[in-house]
Each structure stands twice: as structure tokens, then as C-alpha cells.
């Protein structure tokens, strides 16, 4: 009988045992360890036994984050009809145009920066406009640190300096503008 291309007769490499890590990969302190995905055989993933938290990056191994390594922003999210989830508190069904949004976002940012008080200015916006739930209280959203945040927002949050504007960030969600508090 012939063989079908693409088939190997030899087996798969073995796993490393439990308590070792993969080839290329970084030891883990308890309770994590690494798991092979089956939907990607080759790739691992950590996973935290004790919690069952999976990540496919190694948990870092330094001291746990201190309160003063949060930062909290005020934003304004507009989303569009190509959003991730193109609907908000505000509308049932989001049909605006992705570069409509940008447009929108990109004005809203120029009337908050030419404010003499760049935090009311962006807050009353947020209220008024944001597709965010955090508009009802203004657009702030609650002390957050890396890796709590979708990482586009969280990469332009953290590069801000205090009281700082960003410009217009795309994210999967929609377009941002965003403040800096702390």
C-alpha cells in the first residue's frame, strides 16, 4: 500500500518530562509548568496548576507588581463599524465608518489639547461621546498595570508621561484618546 504525502511513519518527539522545561525555554516556579498545545504540537504554553491560568509567555519570576507600578488614564474609545464588538452602552448597533471614527477621534483630540484644562476637557467628551462603559464615570478607568490591558492601549497608557495627551490610538476596540492621571 502506498503512503500519503505529508504522513511520517516516525513518531512525534517526546515530550520533555514535567518537570523540565522544553527545549529553548525558561525554568518556571511552582505551581506553573509547561504544557504542549494539541492544536500546535511543538509550541508550548504555560499553566498555572493551582489558579488554571494558561499563557504562552513564562510568568515572570520577579517580585510582584507594587501599587505605584499602576497608572491610571482618562479616555475616550470610538468605535466603528469594523470594531471588535461594534456595539456600545450608547448604541445597540455601531455603523460608523472606520476612518469616520479616526476622523471623529482625531478632532476630538485637537479640541482637548487646545483646552486650558486638558482632564475636564477630556472627561466631559468621554461622557458625552465615548463607546466605553467608563464614560459614566468620565472616561477614567480604574489603577491598572502591564498585561491587564489589550496591549495597544496599554503600550501608548504606559509611554505617556504624567498629564500627557496621546495622539489617536488604534486598537481592536476602536480609537482612543487618552490622558494620563498617574
Not at 496548576?49 to 505605584?68: C, F, L, Y
Request: glycine letters at 4%; hydrophobic letters at 30%; proline letters at 10%.
Amino acid at each position: 500500500r502506498k503512503k500519503r504525502s505529508g504522513f511520517s511513519s516516525a513518531a512525534p518527539a517526546p515530550a520533555p518530562p514535567k518537570d523540565e522545561p522544553p527545549p529553548g525555554k525558561p525554568s518556571l516556579p511552582p505551581p506553573w509548568r509547561w504544557k504542549e498545545s494539541r492544536s500546535t504540537p511543538g509550541d508550548y504554553y504555560c499553566i498555572n496548576e493551582k489558579t488554571g491560568e494558561r499563557r504562552w509567555q513564562a510568568p515572570s519570576e520577579s517580585k510582584p507588581k507594587k501599587k505605584d507600578d499602576k497608572i491610571t488614564v482618562v479616555h475616550c474609545l470610538l468605535k466603528h463599524a469594523d470594531s471588535r464588538r461594534p456595539s456600545s452602552h450608547r448604541t445597540k448597533v455601531i455603523s460608523l465608518a472606520k476612518s469616520d471614527a479616526r476622523n471623529e477621534a482625531a478632532a476630538l483630540r485637537e479640541r482637548v489639547a487646545a483646552s486650558s484644562d486638558m482632564e475636564a476637557a477630556l472627561s466631559d467628551e468621554a461622557s458625552k461621546r465615548s463607546d466605553c462603559p467608563s464614560a459614566s464615570n468620565g472616561g477614567k478607568l480604574k489603577p491598572f498595570q502591564r498585561g491587564d490591558l489589550e496591549r495597544a492601549f496599554e503600550a501608548a497608557a504606559f509611554r505617556l508621561a504624567v498629564g500627557e495627551l496621546s495622539p489617536v490610538v488604534e486598537t481592536a476596540a476602536g480609537f482612543h484618546v487618552i490622558r494620563r492621571i498617574s
